[in-house]
């Protein structure tokens, strides 16, 4: 810049946000100045080279050299990408809630771990994301939403949501369920709120999922403290094409949830667990996967 008479200057600012897999996002803003001639050396605290020389515009000094509290109000009414970074988050917020998504699921209990994953990754599944949840279920005490056919729960995974399903049809062939679900920032409050609310009963899941998407159907892959088990989900005709091309019999295709699969064990094994949990200190078989 020496010798350099036009000293005009636009600053950017730029605020990126960048999900796990995907492209980052950026909000930017920018104003106007000119560079000084010579540096104005400064010990103020935060204080950058940048501040040393640019002199905003309607200013004749650096910034060094202007009242601090006087520049965070200059700053304040010219980064305006907060704002554009919260509009942006409350429309992605309004995007994630589905209202009456109509899901479609088989489940199956996985036999040999390993081959699955196999073929899976060499025939192009696209990995979504992986997590150890948590599911809290609540009901009333007697059991209402249970007798009607509908579940309520809270989970914290890959990310926090309260979903309430209703059963379809008679799950003769398929699992079908009406699902209304939006995201939450704690599962904990939220159950504590519905608890209030006259659904003090609870229990407790834990597993560890792996999410796929394989030729149009999502696949979850769990772990469970009684086994490992599939979940295709998607069109009818897709899941089962899937099922066959994975080589499951249809006839060993689980319509149940885990909760009733947790009654089945209890009866086996001859406990009366009423929540779905891992020993302390257990380490997943599954996540290291992928």
Known sequence: MKGKKDRAVVVKVCLAYCEPG????????ETTGTIAQKAVKTDKEGSTSINEIFIPEGYDKVETEIPREEMVKFWAGVEDYWEKFADYVHKLRQYSYKMKYIEKELKFEIKDLSRLIDYLKKHGAVFLNKSKEKTIRLDTSNKDLEKKGVFLRVRAGSKNTITLKEKIGDDKNIRTRKETEFEIQDIEAMAYILGKLGFDYSRTMEKYRINL???????????????FYLEIEGEE???????????????????????????????????NKKDIEFPKGYVSKL????
């Open 287 to 290: 996540l290291g996967n992928f």
């Open 22 to 29: 995907k492209e980052p996002i950026t909000f930017l803003c």
């Open 237 to 271: 005709n897709r899941i089962e094409a899937i099922t066959k091309e994975l080589g499951y019999n249809p006839e060993e295709k689980i319509l149940v949830t885990y909760w009733d699969i947790l009654e089945e064990y209890n009866k086996e094994h001859k406990t």
């Open 213 to 227: 998407k394989y030729k149009n159907p999502k696949l979850s892959i769990d772990e469970m403290p009684f086994g």
